[in-house]
């Protein structure tokens, strides 16, 4: 046995500590060498301490021992393609346990190469999580960059924008802003380290602070004015707008200001845009067989170019224009049963509301049925025509017939079955859950209570489907006592 063996021999019976120092906190090729280095001479990660730059590293590890030199017969490093790609992200991270956490995972993968496919594992999940938050991190850093405009002695424009990253992404993104701005001169202010493109080069400078940039730009009063008139307070979600845009990275978006004001008045804009957009298709249909005539014909949207044909509502205000039905129900579309038979609630669905009506009291021949949208909406699949819920502008283009159908019929209860039902009475969607059980009082003297779709129902397992059943049932029971109500009180 040669010196270098018996000394690599000794190294793995020792209880020699090592330190690794970081030069960088983001250099995946340093702390590569370093992992592959230590696992080639045997060192157990529990031996070894990583620390990065300005870090007083572990407490308990001293100076550490000298690393040791690899015997040239050492086996060669196993690592796979998703450890590899799962690591050059989560370096980046800002968990000082990271490169700890990685070699770990290394030395693992020497006697167990199928490691990183166990889902289960705590070290791999907890490493997808450091990729994750990493990969969140670049996305915020893409979105919210904002560059502000500074003109130079000589003339020359520059743009610099202030950001401040959860983990140490800058470096790793710059190839991104320089693809993006290429012809642009610019830099990138955060308080983990700064980068500057002049066109021509990039190159690094030390972390900066918010007050060393600028703080406005004369075009950002135009920005604002741009991005008000192009806010749409009808597709407003603001729970996925404060996950997408976190509080954080509003102080550097000179539209952020902007935002609280906008959804104050979200409600009272959508209105306003509902009524100045509300749909004209001229005289309205006097009779309920002139909607249909017309309905067969409409093509304002294009879901009518697909479907077999239009479904009419149906019920005891159909036949006669004289007759007013007390109760009025509103699906969201025909389904393919529908299309097909031309007539509303024949499939499926259609037999669950049959049945809970049935358990209410109330006789389904005496409800005037029709949907918020009069053509079947869907998307083929083999053989087969699979239902896609209609988009908001759909349904509002469909409601000019429903306004039609209810000037008719002239219910005194509407029964709204699902969201896309309640926006066609409403012209403004509202949440199933937050509303049903409550009586809304309508313009026109009726009033409108919503429940889920019993298509939902069909969707439904276990505990949760009988839940949801006894809720459907509930929600109709009350309808009946509302409709015995009025019918005692004239």
């Given amino acids: 046995m040669n010196a270098v063996r018996r000394e690599y021999e000794a190294i793995k019976a020792s209880d020699a500590y090592y330190t690794v120092s970081m030069l960088e906190p983001d250099d995946f090729a340093f702390w590569r060498g370093k992992a592959r280095q230590l696992v080639q001479c045997g060192i157990p990660p529990d031996k070894v301490s990583w620390t990065e730059p300005?870090?007083?590293?572990?407490?308990?590890?001293?100076?550490?021992?000298?690393?040791?030199?690899?015997?040239?017969?050492?086996?060669?490093?196993?690592?796979?393609?998703?450890?590899?790609?799962?690591?050059?992200?989560?370096?980046?991270?800002?968990?000082?346990?990271?490169?700890?956490?990685?070699?770990?995972l290394l030395w693992r993968l020497q006697s167990n190469p199928r490691i990183?496919?166990?889902?289960?594992?705590?070290?791999?999940?907890?490493?997808?999580?450091?990729?994750?938050?990493?990969?969140?991190?670049?996305?915020?850093?893409?979105?919210?960059?904002?560059?502000?405009?500074?003109?130079?002695?000589?003339?020359?424009?520059?743009?610099?924008?202030?950001?401040?990253p959860d983990h140490h992404i800058v470096r790793a993104n710059a190839g991104f802003f320089k693809r993006r701005f290429a012809n642009m001169q610019w830099s990138i202010l955060t308080p983990k380290g700064c980068i500057h493109w002049d066109g021509k080069t990039m190159r690094e400078s030390p972390p900066a602070e918010r007050g060393d940039a600028p703080g406005s730009?004369?075009?950002?009063?135009?920005w604002r004015k741009y991005y008000a008139s192009i806010f749409n307070p009808a597709r407003l979600k603001v729970g996925a707008m404060m996950s997408e845009m976190p509080k954080k990275y509003w102080k550097n978006m000179p539209e952020a200001e902007l935002i609280p004001d906008l959804i104050a008045g979200a409600q009272a804009r959508e209105s306003r845009m509902v009524d100045a957009g509300a749909l004209d298709f001229g005289n309205r249909p006097d009779t309920l067989a002139g909607v249909n005539a017309a309905i067969q014909q409409c093509r304002q949207c294009p879901i009518g170019c697909n479907a077999t044909q239009a479904v009419m509502g149906e019920g005891e205000a159909s036949s006669c224009h004289d007759v007013t039905a007390k109760l009025m129900i509103i699906g969201e579309q025909p389904g393919d049963q529908e299309d097909v038979a031309g007539r509303?609630?024949?499939?499926?669905?259609?037999?669950?509301?049959?049945?809970?009506?049935?358990?209410?009291?109330?006789?389904?021949?005496?409800?005037?049925?029709?949907?918020?949208?009069?053509?079947?909406?869907?998307?083929?699949?083999?053989?087969?025509?699979?239902h896609q819920t209609p988009t908001a502008k759909e349904i509002d283009t469909c409601r000019w017939w429903l306004e039609s159908e209810r000037a008719i019929v002239k219910p005194r209860v509407i029964l709204a079955l699902g969201a896309s039902a309640a926006r066609g009475v409403l012209g403004k969607t509202v949440s199933v859950s937050q509303v049903r059980g409550q009586s809304m009082p309508l313009d026109d003297g009726s009033e409108l209570w919503v429940t889920v779709h019993p298509s939902y129902l069909l969707r439904l397992e276990g505990g949760v489907k009988s839940e949801q059943e006894r809720l459907f049932a509930a929600d109709l029971t009350e309808v009946k006592r509302r409709l015995d109500a009025l019918v005692r009180n004239g």
């Fill in 344 to 386: 509303p609630f024949v499939g499926p669905a259609g037999q669950v509301l049959d049945k809970y009506l049935a358990q209410a009291g109330i006789d389904r021949t005496r409800v005037y049925c029709t949907n918020a949208v009069k053509h079947f909406k869907f998307r083929p699949r083999g053989k087969q025509r699979i």
């Fill in 54 to 104: 300005g870090s007083s590293g572990d407490l308990f590890a001293g100076a550490g021992t000298q690393l040791p030199v690899p015997p040239a017969e050492a086996a060669p490093i196993r690592g796979s393609k998703r450890f590899l790609a799962l690591a050059r992200n989560a370096v980046l991270h800002s968990d000082p346990q990271r490169f700890a956490l990685l070699y770990a």
């Fill in 217 to 222: 730009d004369p075009v950002e009063a135009l």
């Fill in 116 to 164: 990183m496919e166990d889902k289960t594992d705590p070290q791999v999940r907890q490493a997808e999580e450091l990729d994750k938050n990493v990969r969140r991190d670049s996305h915020k850093m893409h979105a919210f960059v904002r560059f502000r405009r500074v003109e130079r002695d000589d003339g020359s424009e520059h743009y610099v924008a202030w950001f401040e």
